[in-house]
């Protein structure tokens, strides 16, 4: 019997959020179909080698092969990283980097944000028939549509859409990366976000969402769960949205907590107890810092 091809997997992640993929990647082992094998991309920010080497300990090595990738070394020459003024690391920006790094005979990627956790086979997403879709994604709950004044696209009409025009959110993306690369489409999203920063409240979805509008395939909301929301069905995948579980501060649906923490057990992170807020302030200082420097 053949051996099925491996799943492609990519993330970006800090050294500060590496606890995060640890229970994430253990989550996929434990809920993807048997002998089906993995190859885990990581777009790295600054990760220490002894991190590094306590997620190999944590990953199963006949399913997982990890792919380091440094950040500064993904991005094509001749491309800048767009600069907000949020407090969103850069890291966010990788995504859009993902189909030039990663080997052009591999055709189908599925991006996640490292702050989920999986509850069901991933294969099942990779067998989704994307057609003429770039990417296939999960209505974003908060927002729905571009016309939601919280966080849609304010600008909806200057830009010739519609306000009733649907909006996906970005922490899960199945991209069919030959046919982002024939389109341009990073080229596209970058200049969209430079030219538009006082209406990108989110900048990386912002860009996506307009670039791609009507264009994406949507998925079973199953698929991108907010931690936020309440549900008595068991999601697919659950996203830790706002509170990660990781800080003392998170008071969100416990259930989802103690399956983060389950995951978490099979880690080299198993003695981790939940950290105070100072070290999440910390994080988005550091990240408005490392943009202002930047930008002058």
Not at 86 to 99: D, E
Not at 106 to 125: N, W
Not at 173 to 185: F, P, V, Y
């Given at each position: ?37 993995l ?12 991190n ?31 600069l907000d ?10 995504r ?9 005979d591999?055709?189908k990627v ?28 999960v ?5 729905i ?13 200057a830009?010739?859409?519609?306000g ?53 395939l949507?998925?079973?909301s ?12 068991k ?9 990660k ?15 983060f ?5 099979l ?12 070290f ?11 943009k ?5």
């Amino acid at each position: 019997m053949h051996s099925p091809q491996p799943l492609t997997v990519v993330v970006a992640c800090d050294n500060h959020y590496l606890i995060l993929l640890a229970a994430l990647i253990k989550s996929i082992e434990a809920n993807i179909r048997p002998r089906q094998p993995l190859n885990v991309y990581i777009i790295e920010d600054k990760v220490t080698p002894s991190n590094k080497e306590k997620l190999l300990r944590s990953v199963n090595i006949d399913i997982t092969t990890l792919h380091w990738q440094k950040m500064e070394d993904v991005i094509p020459i001749g491309m800048q990283l767009p600069l907000d003024r949020s407090s969103y690391p850069l890291n966010i920006y990788m995504r859009l980097f993902i189909p030039y790094f990663i080997p052009h005979d591999i055709e189908k990627v599925l991006y996640l944000d490292v702050d989920m956790i999986v509850q069901a086979d991933i294969t099942t997403i990779f067998e989704t028939d994307l057609d003429n879709h770039i990417v296939a994604a999960v209505l974003d709950p908060r927002i729905i549509t571009f016309d939601n004044s919280w966080g849609g696209v304010l600008n909806y009409e200057a830009l010739g859409l519609l306000g009733t025009t649907r909006y996906f959110n970005t922490g899960l993306l199945l991209m069919q990366t030959r046919k982002w690369r024939e389109q341009d489409i990073t080229t596209k999203i970058i200049e969209c976000i430079d030219n538009n920063k006082k209406f990108a409240n989110y900048p990386d979805q912002y860009g996506l969402n307009v670039v791609l509008a009507n264009q994406w395939l949507e998925l079973d909301s199953r698929w991108n769960h907010f931690s936020t929301i309440d549900t008595e069905q068991k999601p697919f995948l659950i996203h830790f949205v706002e509170r990660k579980p990781i800080y003392q501060s998170y008071n969100f649906n416990e259930d989802f907590k103690k399956t983060f923490f389950f995951y978490l057990q099979l880690t080299d992170w198993k003695n981790f107890k939940p950290i105070g807020e100072s070290f999440r302030y910390f994080k988005k200082a550091k990240n408005i810092w490392g943009k202002l420097k930047k930008m002058f």
